[in-house]
């Protein structure tokens, strides 16, 4: 699975957009894109995920570059709960093996200030 | 909708003791189950996966086993535990290209 790098942390202000960046300039082309976040001491919580074309959901938007190499996670409207780290995971599509690992690298730690 | 349940949430126990964690799904059927462990300050490891009942996989030789007694249920043991044991478990399920997890089982082994 393509590395992934992430800047280490990121404060946005409460009601601003936070725009979380990756680079993922080795992806395949039959690797997604998953976003997740962890909020302390809670499991990792799925966000959106693409393959080329830029997603949203009630949660985010995924925008994906032309040339897939990176991408940037948009949560709309910050608020304090949305306060964590984000992971950005680069993977092939589940192809049927029972093992599927997902590999979490460090994130980006977001504070959402007040 | 579904949603995944683990217990204990947390739980200090001594070396050498039995472990018992539960994970159950409800709202699906026949899912794939995933137990990870997450040290503290690094990222998840993959530890056992099952793809049905009494299916399991082992990703890490180790003092941990695991067993899927029912569809819907998946329990991570062990007879004895080690201090490098403590950590946060997760349980995920997986739908399609996706996995879900469940809110974890802080361990501190003692």
């Known amino acids: 699975d393509a590395k992934t790098t992430q800047p280490t942390s990121m404060d946005c202000a409460e009601g601003r957009a936070a725009n979380l960046p990756c680079n993922h300039s080795t992806i395949s082309g039959n690797e997604y894109v998953y976003w997740y976040r962890q909020i302390h001491s809670q499991g990792p919580q799925y966000i959106i995920h693409?393959?080329?074309n830029n997603e949203t959901n009630e949660m985010a938007s995924l925008i994906i570059t032309e040339d897939r190499k990176s991408s940037t996670l948009i949560l709309p409207h910050a608020t304090l709960r949305d306060t964590a780290v984000y992971y950005c995971?680069?993977?092939?599509?589940?192809?049927?093996?029972?093992?599927?690992?997902?590999?979490f690298g460090k994130g980006t730690k977001l504070s959402v200030i007040p | 909708s579904q949603t995944i349940h683990q217990w204990p949430a947390t739980l200090v126990q001594p070396v050498g003791s039995p472990l018992s964690l539960e994970c159950t799904v409800e709202?699906?059927?026949?899912?794939?189950l995933y137990w990870y462990r997450q040290a503290a300050g690094r990222g998840l490891q993959l530890l056992f996966y099952?793809?049905?009942?009494?299916?399991i996989s082992s990703e890490v030789p180790q003092n941990l086993s695991a067993s899927r007694p029912q569809d819907r249920q998946f329990i991570l043991s062990s007879k004895k535990l080690l201090l490098s044991d403590s950590g946060f478990y997760l349980c995920?399920?997986?739908?399609?290209?996706?996995?879900?997890f469940g809110p974890g089982t802080r361990l501190l082994v003692l």
């Open positions: 709202g699906t059927s026949n899912p794939n």
């Open positions: 099952s793809v049905g009942i009494g299916q």
């Open positions: 995971i680069v993977r092939v599509a589940y192809s049927g093996a029972g093992s599927y690992q997902l590999t």
């Open positions: 693409g393959l080329k």
């Open positions: 995920a399920w997986r739908r399609e290209e996706t996995q879900y």
